[in-house]
């Protein structure tokens, strides 16, 4: 698995989209087979709530204090699954990183 940079910005690619279906949010790659289901995932509330972070560049820093503020644990647990859920994206290609300060070119 990719391991997140911390000071760069990630954003989310063109390659997945989401969708709000039942009260649950489901990201879809749109360059697969429509019928492939083991390319399709469904977000639980912390990886919606990413996820829509991620709709503007920003750090894994930012998204982490965001966490913090919004939800209630360890922070020290949430930075970890923050770190291992975009390194998720990352393989997937659902994110990459962002051009422009403090990030690096995109992959």
Request: hydrophobic share 40%; aromatic share 6%.
């Amino acid at each position: 698995m990719t391991c997140p940079l911390q000071d760069v910005r990630y954003q989310r690619t063109e390659e997945f989209v989401a969708r709000a279906i039942a009260g649950e949010t489901v990201l879809v790659p749109i360059h697969r087979q429509i019928g492939d289901l083991e390319s399709i995932y469904t977000l639980n509330e912390v990886a919606t709530f990413i996820w829509e972070r991620l709709a503007q560049p920003t750090t894994t820093a930012e998204i982490a204090l965001a966490l913090v503020d919004a939800f209630a644990g360890d922070p020290a647990q949430m930075r970890g699954d923050l770190d291992e859920f975009l390194g998720e994206l990352l393989d997937l290609s659902a994110i990459r990183t962002a051009d422009g300060p403090g990030s690096t070119p995109s992959q």
